[in-house]
């Protein structure tokens, strides 16, 4: 086995915040909230660290379904989170980008949003993409159709339509593939995040809830990766 270096792109699936919740007899809304507050080291962690971008899965496009009071209180949190964190992040050169539909967001969320993006544009430290009313497969198929809007105003002839192009229509245009994939409280699945992002994705699950998963954890994560073999489809050398 070899070491390796960190991980340039590290994604989360910050699950396990409804069990924590019950687990300590409280309301799910303060499962996320005590989400958010675990969210807060992490992000702090990577930019120390010097990890070039970090994904995390804020709200699906799935998680509309769930009760409204919970929709409510992620809404409120995510409101919350914009106006309360955007001066530390802003200040610790973070910069922020939002994966996912920005127009099926409440107006205020919406603005919201779009405030932090301008506001970091131009930091040049950690990448912190959040996916919002986010679906792996329905990003895909934006991407297809804004290509097919191009080819048919002969902008791009469909046989230059390639990996590449595709990934450029991608709400992660420019940031390097997923190296690291950690989803929290032992479920394994994907849940429609970052599909063609993790092609060569290293997956980690630990069996932690997402409101426990500390510094000491996030190390366990990135040592893990650090020493296993990536071969990209080819042999061990
Ligand atoms: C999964 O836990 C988590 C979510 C659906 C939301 C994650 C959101 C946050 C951590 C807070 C909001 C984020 C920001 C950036 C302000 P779950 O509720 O599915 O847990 P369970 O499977 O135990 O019920």
Known sequence: ???????????IIMDGNGRWAKKHKLQVALGHRKGVEALRGIIRESSDLGIEALTIYAFSTEN????????EALM???LEYFSSEIDELDQNNVCIRILGDKEGLPQKQREAILRAEERTEKNTGLKLNIAINYGGRAELARAAR?????????????EEINEQR???ELYTQGLPDVDLMIRTSGEM??????L??????????????WPDFDVKAYHEA??????????????VS
Do not use: T
């Open 1 to 11: 086995m070899s070491e390796r270096a960190l991980p340039r792109h590290v994604a």
């Open 64 to 71: 509309w379904s769930r009760d409204k009071a919970e929709v």
């Open 76 to 78: 409120g949190l995510l």
């Open 146 to 158: 804004v290509l097919a809007e191009k080819a048919v105003r002969g902008e791009i002839r469909p």
């Open 166 to 168: 595709l990934a450029q």
């Open 189 to 194: 699945r994907l849940s429609n995040f970052l």
């Open 196 to 209: 063609y992002q993790c092609a060569y994705a290293e997956f980690d699950f630990p069996a932690v809830l």
């Open 222 to 235: 990135l040592e893990a990766y650090m020493h296993r073999e990536r071969r990209f489809g080819g042999r």
